[in-house]
């Protein structure tokens, strides 16, 4: 069983579209996030939310938001996708002092 | 100049030498996680501290809080070793390292 699971793994698409990236984590984690890796392996996180706080890094454009339906999920919708959107997005569960699982990445190309 | 700073950048090493990993930081921190990215991408935490040391296996890590400093300690280095490991800090904030690219050679 997959304890962190994200759907899809490879993405492409054009610019101007709207996009959603799943995330799914059975662990029971309280804590889910969104990373970035850009081109150059540099890891910067998006968000993090749990079931009583959204935290957005306030680096990140206005046009990513995350959506969580349940404590179970966070998905990333981006809209109007750019070039520079192009990167490996990594969503990861924590709880506690338990340290992180990390999903398998997504990588998204915007052309 | 980043928040985190690790050192150093790239290490090549021969398989059971003993390799160490510095993470230097400049925040304030709830806790330190060092993270391994393998060359498939993956990514596993391998530690979260916030004071002293944590083992597990032939892998180390230490903190000191006064000194803003932590290092990773590989002992009996093996080449399934090879990876990128990231140094990570948070607080009201999460900061990453660039990465120490690892290389064992067999």
């Known amino acids: 069983d997959t304890a962190v699971s994200q759907t899809p793994k490879y993405l492409v698409t054009q610019m101007g579209n709207d996009k959603s990236i799943k995330c799914e984590q059975n662990?029971?984690?309280?804590?889910m996030y969104w990373y970035k890796q850009d081109s150059k392996k540099f890891l910067k996180i998006m968000f993090s939310?749990?079931?009583?706080?959204?935290?957005i890094n306030e680096t990140v454009p206005n046009r990513f938001s995350p959506k969580s339906p349940d404590k179970a999920h966070l998905n990333l919708h981006i809209n109007s996708l750019e070039l520079g959107d192009s990167a490996v997005y990594f969503c990861?569960?924590?709880?506690?002092?338990?340290?992180?699982?990390f999903g398998s990445g997504t990588r998204l190309t915007v052309v | 100049k980043n928040e985190v700073e690790q050192s150093p950048q790239n290490l090549t090493a021969q398989e059971g030498e003993f390799i160490t990993i510095n993470c230097s930081y400049s925040v304030g921190i709830s806790a330190l996680h060092w993270l391994q990215q393998h060359p498939g991408g993956g990514i596993v935490s391998l530690f979260m501290?916030?004071?002293g040391k944590k083992k597990h296996g032939r892998l180390i890590a230490t903190i000191n809080i006064q000194e803003k400093h932590s290092s990773l300690h590989i002992t009996a280095s093996h080449p399934r070793d090879s990876a990128v490991y990231i140094c990570?800090?948070?607080?009201?904030?999460?900061?990453f390292g660039t990465g120490t690219s690892l290389t064992v050679i067999p």
């Open positions: 501290l916030s004071s």
């Open positions: 990570a800090v948070g607080g009201n904030q999460f900061y």
């Open positions: 990861a569960s924590s709880h506690g002092a338990d340290g992180y699982t």
């Open positions: 662990l029971g984690h309280d804590t």
């Open positions: 939310y749990n079931n009583k706080e959204l935290i």
